[in-house]
């Protein structure tokens, strides 16, 4: 039973989660109110580990959770839940994109999706805010990595890596 419900939740999650990895976040958090599989403060860990690892941030995600639940089968079966709508709905598109390419419908039907996903990625931003900044000295260092990354423009990695060095300095 536990196998199934990680595959419904996460195949759930995967159809619904256009626009990346970030779009799974709101998703994720309604399972930790739901189910004990992890935490809130574990998947506020848990985004800070896939958006340091390489694979898609939702991938890593689901496989983390999916272990956390029920070990390497469970990892197995939340990444297949997760991924098989996607595989599914390209092989529909694929079949079916050059016939309704230019079709008014499906730009006004993406038109409409956009948005949508912009404030999913939104509220995911919020949820981790809400989770990271836990002092003032949370909110310090988001100040001086986004007011450096804006000017330096500097590779996303050594802010990563900075981040780490920093967290380890002051015992975070």
Same mark, same amino acid.
């Given at each position: 039973?536990? &196998?199934?419900?990680?595959?419904?939740?996460?195949?759930?999650?995967?159809l619904f989660a256009i626009g990346g990895g970030l779009v799974t976040v709101p998703f994720? !958090? +309604?399972?930790?109110?739901? &189910?004990?599989?992890? =935490?809130?403060?574990? #998947?506020? +860990?848990?985004? %800070?580990?896939?958006?340091? =690892?390489?694979? @898609?941030?939702? $991938?890593?995600? %689901? =496989?983390?959770?999916?272990?956390?639940?029920?070990?390497?089968?469970?990892?197995?079966?939340? =990444?297949?839940?997760? $991924? #098989? @709508?996607? /595989? *599914? *709905?390209? $092989?529909? *598109? %694929?079949? #079916?994109l050059t016939r309704f390419k230019d079709n008014p419908i499906v730009h006004s039907v993406?038109?409409?999706?956009?948005?949508a996903v912009i404030a999913l990625i939104c509220m995911a931003g919020w949820e981790i805010?809400?989770?990271?900044?836990?002092?003032?000295? +949370?909110?310090?260092? !988001? /100040? /001086? !990595?986004? %007011?450096?990354?804006?000017?330096?423009?500097?590779?996303?990695? #050594? &802010?990563?890596?900075?981040?780490? $060095?920093?967290?380890?300095?002051?015992?975070?």
């Amino acid at each position: 039973m536990l &196998y199934l419900t990680l595959f419904f939740e996460f195949f759930k999650i995967g159809l619904f989660a256009i626009g990346g990895g970030l779009v799974t976040v709101p998703f994720l !958090f +309604d399972l930790t109110e739901h &189910y004990s599989w992890f =935490t809130a403060s574990e #998947l506020a +860990d848990m985004i %800070a580990v896939s958006e340091s =690892t390489p694979g @898609p941030l939702g $991938v890593n995600m %689901a =496989t983390f959770a999916g272990f956390k639940a029920a070990g390497v089968s469970g990892a197995a079966v939340s =990444t297949l839940g997760l $991924v #098989l @709508p996607s /595989v *599914i *709905i390209i $092989v529909i *598109i %694929a079949r #079916l994109l050059t016939r309704f390419k230019d079709n008014p419908i499906v730009h006004s039907v993406l038109s409409g999706i956009r948005p949508a996903v912009i404030a999913l990625i939104c509220m995911a931003g919020w949820e981790i805010v809400k989770i990271s900044m836990q002092s003032w000295v +949370d909110g310090v260092i !988001f /100040v /001086v !990595f986004f %007011a450096a990354f804006h000017k330096f423009k500097k590779s996303p990695i #050594l &802010y990563i890596v900075l981040g780490a $060095v920093v967290g380890i300095i002051l015992k975070l």
